[in-house]
């Protein structure tokens, strides 16, 4: 099956889906989108979209920021994913991929006055990081953008350049991710993951005014630790120093799912080996995201219909 985009309102081979090349959102970053995970059961032959709905409902908020009007509801934006990933059938780990964008053909820098588009593509995506041995991660020099100058709450396409410079300073300094701080300096999150630290047994995470991206994991994680192992999850500031002094630290995204950090600015997080609460975090999600704890099943989302034998 060649793979499919819903593009202007139609499903149509991936790659007869083009934009121009005036596109505003092209030419300045004026687009939204969200990144949903496929998760492929192979003794199923099932795969589990994951809190599509969750992912819609961010899309729209970001969409609010950027003034970008799309016609359609969570619902059958939700309808859309499931008949997309039907038409590519994919059958293993997927990313799908919506996009909300200034989709008019003119040159001039504003938000008013310009015709809104939404697009939606799928690929297979496997591991993002290596979940199993986990990450060596940098504090970057680059700091994360301020509400104030682009609101990093809504996941909007230019503000990635923001972290696309951090990632790749960590990568052509050899290490697998970047740590970004706020402009006074607490921790925020990675160039594509929010963060968690284990102090004193408790899980830490950069509140929601640190500038981060507010991730459905990063939800998934707090509602798990707290449901499953009785562990709150507290939402605070949190300082550069505590990095390098906390037991455990992982990064939690749809791409990076758990990601544990064993390292940071080249020292060992714990024992520079996955930590417990991690493991057991882990082991907990993958349930979850695969449609296994029965709890959780509203967060699952079968792609496909399945003949019973
Ligand atoms: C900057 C940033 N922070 C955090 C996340 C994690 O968010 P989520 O768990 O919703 O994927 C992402 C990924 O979407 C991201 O790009």
Redesign the pocket.
Same mark, same amino acid.
């Given at each position: 099956m060649p793979p499919y985009a819903f593009f202007n309102g139609k499903f149509v081979p991936l790659s007869e889906a083009k934009i121009g090349i005036m596109t505003h959102a092209f030419n300045y970053g004026t687009a939204c989108f969200e990144?949903i995970r496929g998760n492929w059961d192979e003794e199923l032959g099932q795969m589990y979209l994951f809190r599509v709905s969750d992912?819609y409902r961010?899309l729209l908020e970001s969409c609010r920021v950027l003034q970008i009007e799309i016609p359609h509801t969570i619902d059958e934006l939700l309808g859309l994913t499931v008949e997309l990933v039907q038409r590519c059938g994919y059958r293993e780990d997927t990313y799908v991929r919506p996009l909300a964008y200034k989709s008019s053909e003119q040159v001039g820098v504003r938000l008013h006055n310009l015709e809104s588009s939404f697009l939606l593509f799928a690929v297979p995506f496997g591991p993002y990081l290596d979940i199993t041995k986990g990450a060596k991660c940098c504090v970057s020099s680059w700091r994360r953008i301020d509400d104030s100058m682009i609101p990093?709450r809504a996941?909007i396409n230019g503000l990635y350049v923001n972290?696309a410079l951090a990632k790749t300073e960590a990568f052509e300094k050899g290490f697998d991710e970047a740590i970004l701080l706020t402009h006074d300096g607490h921790v925020s999150? %990675?160039?594509?993951?929010?963060i968690f630290l284990v102090i004193d047994g408790q899980l830490v995470t950069p509140s929601s005014s640190d500038n981060?991206?507010i991730?459905?994991?990063?939800d998934t994680v707090i509602t798990l630790a707290q449901q499953e192992l009785g562990i709150e999850t507290i939402e605070r500031s949190i300082d550069r120093g505590e990095l390098y002094t906390a037991e455990e630290c992982f990064l939690? %995204?749809?791409?990076a799912h758990i990601t544990p950090v064993i390292e940071i600015d080249h020292r060992k997080v714990g024992r520079g080996e996955v930590g417990e609460i991690t493991k057991k975090l882990q082991a907990l999600y993958f349930d979850a995201i695969l449609g296994k704890n029965k709890k959780y099943l509203d967060w699952c989302t079968p792609a496909y219909k399945l003949v019973k034998a």
């Open positions: 990144g992912h961010r990093p996941k972290s999150e %990675g160039s594509g993951e929010n981060i991206l991730g459905i994991t990063r939690t %995204g749809t791409a």
